[in-house]
């Protein structure tokens, strides 16, 4: 039987994941990331509480039930997001902006999160590249995430919640981080920007 190949064809789609603990600045630097590089930045969570949000979404409640506490959603679901916005983006952005035709340079941040969807999203959406990865303690992430709490409305920045999330990230992010290490894919960086912008400028040829 023929194995149909990504959606996506990683010699015109250049994907870069972004790892991290919960709080340990993905989203922030990814920011920045974006205004010196161009990327189309795509975040896994952001993309989950948008649809638990959408009316008439048949996942809301799984969405929700997950995020409060701490465990992954189904792979299925956060892959069709991703594949969704991607192809969204890429129609829109066929000209101008840096993009050339077809081509486009995405940072997918907070995703893969557990090996299931690192195997599935390079097999079938897109080859990743390159994973950046934001090492920080715990201590650093949990300071981080009790002061975005005061302004976030998130319903996982709580002390029970974050507590759920390291154990998550330990037990199925970690071993992510190994697979891509062992395949020669993974930049370090500790959570400052200086650092992440070197590695990313030798990744992109910026
Ligand atoms: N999440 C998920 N799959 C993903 C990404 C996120 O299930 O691929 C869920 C998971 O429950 C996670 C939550 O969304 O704890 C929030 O993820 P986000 O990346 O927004 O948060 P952070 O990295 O700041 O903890
Ligand atoms: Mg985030």
């Not at 992954?72 to 594949?83: A, D, G, Q, S, W």
């Not at 969204?88 to 940072?107: H, M, N, P, Q, V």
Request: charged fraction near 30%; proline fraction near 3%.
């Amino acid at each position: 039987m023929a194995i149909d190949p990504p959606v996506f064809d990683n010699s015109k789609v250049t994907v870069i994941f972004v790892l991290g603990g919960p709080g340990a600045g993905k989203g922030t630097q990814c920011g920045r990331l974006v205004e010196d590089f161009n990327f189309c930045h795509l975040s896994a969570g952001d993309l989950l509480r948008a649809e638990q949000n959408r009316e008439g979404s048949e996942y809301g409640d799984l969405i929700r039930t997950c995020i409060r506490e701490g465990t992954i959603v189904p792979m299925e679901v956060t892959i069709k997001l991703l594949e969704n916005a991607m192809g969204a983006a890429l129609k829109e952005k066929t000209s101008g902006d840096g993009w050339t035709k077809g081509r486009g340079r995405f940072l997918i941040d907070g995703f893969p999160r557990k090996m299931d969807q690192a195997l599935k999203f390079d097999e079938t959406v897109c080859l990743s590249s390159v994973v950046i990865y934001f090492s920080t303690t715990e201590e650093g992430m949990l300071g981080r995430l009790l002061e975005r709490a005061k302004t976030s409305g998130r319903e996982d920045d709580n002390v029970e919640s974050i507590k759920k999330r390291f154990r998550t990230y330990k037990s199925d992010t970690m071993p992510v981080i190994e697979h891509y290490t062992g395949q020669g894919k993974v930049a370090e960086a500790s959570g400052n920007y200086v650092d992440c912008l070197q590695r990313t400028k030798r990744i992109a040829g910026g």
